[in-house]
């Protein structure tokens, strides 16, 4: 039952003081400075208090209004909010081989993050033979056979291209631009055959340098080629390095009540029985980070499940393989005995990015063009399922309630190239927003 509680103090008081005078017709207690409109007032103030200290009784009582008492209730189900965690990445730095950077040696950021390597780390000379480089236009590309822990503006060598035509891809000291942990460019003179002939190799003299930040938080996140300087320099080491391709990833905030009310309620409504989809969804869960989660009975057979997970948070918000091992290792811990690991399958979906070409939104204004951004980028965070379409009414509805909150603006009309109906997901697929082009 709904509590009928005043609005503000005020509101007691003129009650109080208009029963007062019905019963005593002669006495004015809304007189100014009088006796008995003191006492009324005071006396209504602090009845204004008790209906306050109701409404937080009321509200604390229940576990989806509970705001104080949140960890109390779920402390009943066994939930406890998630920590903050740190991020954990590596930093590409080059040097003179065989200088080793210490464990526990400070890097900073131009954001004012500190970091400190988790290991020593040797900086090495290292000759490794290419999978493939070709060339397209002034551009070549270089992969390596395995992950090459590198950074942008690190320096190269490549030797070993054979052939007068191919000469040009041997190079010496030049810097890179990094585009996938086994993939690399570098600026090439000449326009040399391609792909490159010959058992081309890979030199390089540098460290890779696991770190941690001091802090938790999103905050401490990086992206590829964030440049990180050493407190200390260190000699024989270059004074700064970059975070390679995997990035600094796995800072979350301590868990705010808003998630850990949904953990609460999905326990409450969804009772947990040993290695049902409860029990499967809420301890997935307890990794900070983890937003939504897919557990698919029978799949991709009779006797299996397959887990999906997803990380909206992350600057990829597909699972890597960091991730997934984690996962595996705590999901694991409640597959009973009769389950072969084999048939307890946990994964990232595939993403599908679905790339957006508008052929006129209205109003046509930079702020509008950012609203909708933001509202098809929440879109797809929070509405998309894995092997499960996507409505061409759904994402319509997304862009024409966009509303523009720099200047109240709304959408009036748009016009979509593409995408022009349903979007298709396959199995083990999940729909990512893609790229969106504006008129």
């Known amino acids: 039952m709904a509590l009928n509680t005043p609005n503000s103090a005020q509101e007691v008081d003129q009650r109080a003081k208009v029963d007062v005078q019905r019963e005593l017709q002669t006495s004015n207690p809304f ?79 131009s954001d004012g993050e500190i970091y400190n390597s988790t290991a020593g780390a040797t900086v090495t000379y290292q000759n490794i033979t ?18 090459h822990l590198l950074a942008s503006n690190i ?42 002939t010959g058992t081309v190799y890979l030199n390089v003299t540098a460290a890779s340098v696991p770190i941690e930040s001091e802090t938790y938080g999103s905050a401490a996140n990086q992206t590829l080629d964030t440049t990180l300087d050493l407190q200390s320099l260190i000699v ?57 989660t897919w557990i698919q009975e029978i799949t991709p057979d009779v006797g299996q499940v397959t887990v999906y997970f997803m990380r909206d948070g992350d600057p990829n918000p597909i699972p890597d393989g960091a991730a997934i091992t984690e996962m595996n290792a705590l999901l694991n811990t409640i597959r009973p005995a009769n389950t072969a690991e084999e048939d307890f399958i946990i994964g990232a979906p595939t993403a599908t990015g679905i790339n957006y070409t508008f052929t006129d939104l209205q109003p046509s204004t930079s702020t509008m063009e950012d609203a909708v951004t933001e509202s098809l980028e929440q879109f797809f965070a929070e509405r998309t399922e894995v092997a499960v379409n996507v409505d061409a009414d759904a994402y319509r509805s997304t ?24 979007l298709v ?14 008129p």
């Open 31 to 109: 007189l100014k400075n009088s006796w008995l409109g003191s006492i009324i007032t005071a006396t209504a103030n602090r009845i204004y208090d008790f209906y306050l200290s109701l409404n937080i009784t009321a509200r604390e009582a229940l576990p989806d209004t509970a705001v104080e008492n949140l960890e109390r209730w779920a402390a009943i189900y066994k939930i406890t909010r998630n920590p903050g965690t740190q991020a954990t990445g590596k930093v590409a730095i080059g040097g003179t081989a065989g200088v080793t950077v210490p464990k526990n040696t400070t890097f900073t950021s």
């Open 130 to 147: 290419i999978a493939e480089l070709k060339r397209a236009g002034t551009t070549a590309t270089l992969t390596t056979p395995e992950d």
């Open 155 to 196: 320096p190269i060598s490549i030797s070993g291209a054979y052939g007068s035509d191919y000469k040009d891809y041997n190079i010496s000291g030049t810097e890179i631009i990094v585009t996938g942990d086994k993939t690399f460019n570098f600026a090439i003179a000449g326009a040399p055959p391609t792909p490159a």
């Open 236 to 292: 024989g080491v270059d004074s700064s390095g970059g975070v390679d391709y995997g990035a600094l990833v796995g800072g979350e905030e301590q868990e705010q009540n808003a998630m850990m009310r949904r953990r609460l309620l999905g326990r409450i409504q969804n009772p947990v029985a040993h290695f049902n989809v409860s029990e499967i969804e809420s301890l997935a869960k307890t990794i900070g980070g983890t937003t939504r």
């Open 399 to 422: 862009v024409f309630n966009t509303v523009d909150t720099t200047n109240g603006d709304v959408v009036t009309t748009f016009e979509l190239a593409y995408p022009t109906g349903d």
């Open 425 to 438: 997901v396959g199995s083990g697929e999940i729909a990512v927003l893609g790229n969106i082009v504006f």
